[in-house]
């Protein structure tokens, strides 16, 4: 099997990190402690309004973070990836400033409780409880009620996708849902999970691991709470934009995905940037694409979310 092509500025962040991660079974703790330690050297995007919340969460109180960039504006409310047991509202602060610069839609960004200590469905009914309240509070926010979406990167796009699908049941109407490289299908049927064994940021092994923090047992496989490839309906959902990485064993149950979307009627555009894997768009400053993603997305979210 041929080796992935990748951009040179992409090339020299995978050679970084295949030199610096060690072989071995994953250490969580040390991979926490990596991730708090050396933060991406992303550049912060200005926005005119940051506020800190404390919303209440089904066991108790969610941090999150508002970054309004006007009055009135669309409500994304985003959910941060890091493989369920990674990262947090910190991590991802330049990435949601740079998405609502891109969109003009307010991004609410929401702290949920991390596998292993918290398995699913608690990141789930995290995320759900955050989409709840926010439909509820927008106006409060400063933000149009009528303009909501839900946004996510990697586990991030699962939890968007799952709260994207219960939102209906829950007297939600969602305007839009934004994907990036997304994790859909804990069976890991794709292809491209065959293709990327090694040799990238995010490989399969890996990203089976994360699914084993995660999941409980193999029931939770099947819920679609847990795996939103796996809807037994995709006429739920809303409008979508997805976002793919070329070289990402994700990208082929992106691909499913639009694909079911499509045919059940959504309305659906696929972003796909080549050269690049799983976790580009949140080195923008650093890879070239992502700055390129940055603003298909901001067209594609201005165009989603403009007023009736």
């Not at 995978?14 to 708090?36: E, I, S």
């Not at 969602?174 to 990327?196: E, F």
């Not at 080549?274 to 594609?300: C, N, P, Q, R």
Request: charge should be negative; proline fraction near 9%; include cysteine.
């Amino acid at each position: 099997m041929r080796d992935p092509v990748f951009d040179p500025d992409m090339a020299a962040i995978v050679a970084a990190f295949l030199a610096t991660v060690p072989p071995g079974p994953k250490d969580l703790a040390q991979m926490r402690r990596r991730v708090a330690d050396y933060p991406l050297p992303t550049r912060s995007t200005p926005i005119a309004r940051v506020e800190d919340l404390t919303i209440p969460g089904p066991t108790g109180p969610l941090t999150a973070r508002l970054y309004a960039p006007a009055e009135g504006a669309p409500l994304i409310v985003f959910y941060h990836g890091g493989g369920w047991v990674l990262c947090s509202i910190d991590t991802h602060d330049s990435l949601c400033r740079a998405l609502a610069a891109a969109s003009g839609a307010a991004v609410l960004s929401i702290d949920y409780r991390l596998a292993p200590e918290h398995k699913f469905p608690a990141a789930f009914e995290d995320a759900m409880a955050a989409l709840v309240w926010a439909a509820a509070n927008a106006a409060a926010l400063g933000c149009d009620p009528t303009r909501l979406a839900v946004a996510g990167d990697s586990a991030g796009g699962n939890l968007a996708a799952a709260a994207a699908l219960a939102a209906p049941a829950a007297g939600i109407r969602l305007a839009h849902q934004l994907l990036v490289y997304p994790a859909l299908d804990p069976m890991q049927r794709g292809p491209s999970h065959a293709r990327y064994l090694s040799g990238v940021l995010l490989d399969a092994p890996s990203m089976a691991w994360y699914w084993e923090q995660y999941l409980r047992d193999s029931a939770d496989r099947l819920d679609p709470r847990a795996a939103p490839g796996l809807a037994p309906s995709y006429g739920v959902f809303p409008p979508t934009t997805l976002v793919l990485a070329e070289h990402d064993p994700l990208f082929d149950d992106g691909i499913d995905f639009a694909n079911g979307l499509r045919a059940a009627g959504i309305a659906t555009e696929i972003l796909r940037y080549d050269g690049v894997t799983h976790g580009f768009l949140s080195m923008f400053g650093m890879v070239a694409k992502a700055e390129t993603a940055f603003a298909d997305i901001g067209k594609a979210l201005r165009r989603a979310l403009a007023p009736a």
